[in-house]
């Protein structure tokens, strides 16, 4: 990814728990994936939260809700709209 934008906001919420006298500050994204190609690069994937009941065979809605999570890795930053690269 060539924007810094990921790393610029990380720093910006450290800067903003130090002025409100915090210490030790540990900051990052959540959801982050290193992605060993040639040239290794690391991306953060957006997870998207779904619901859903399985169709029994007879056809009805099972009783069951379930709920799964899925990662998404966007092609560009969210955040200044710049397309994300291995470089």
Do not use: W
């Not at 915090?22 to 619901?51: Q, R, W």
Request: glycine residues 4%.
């Amino acid at each position: 990814m060539k924007c810094k934008c990921f790393e610029d906001l990380e720093q910006k919420v450290k800067e903003k728990c130090t002025k409100a006298n915090m210490t030790d500050i540990e900051c990052g994204f959540k959801h982050k994936a290193l992605v060993m190609t040639e040239n290794p690069y690391s991306l953060v994937m957006l997870p998207v939260e779904f619901s859903y009941r399985l169709i029994k065979k007879d056809g009805s809605k099972g009783k069951n809700t379930r709920t799964e999570t899925v990662s998404i890795a966007p092609t560009y930053c969210p955040f200044c709209g710049e397309k994300i690269s291995k470089e």
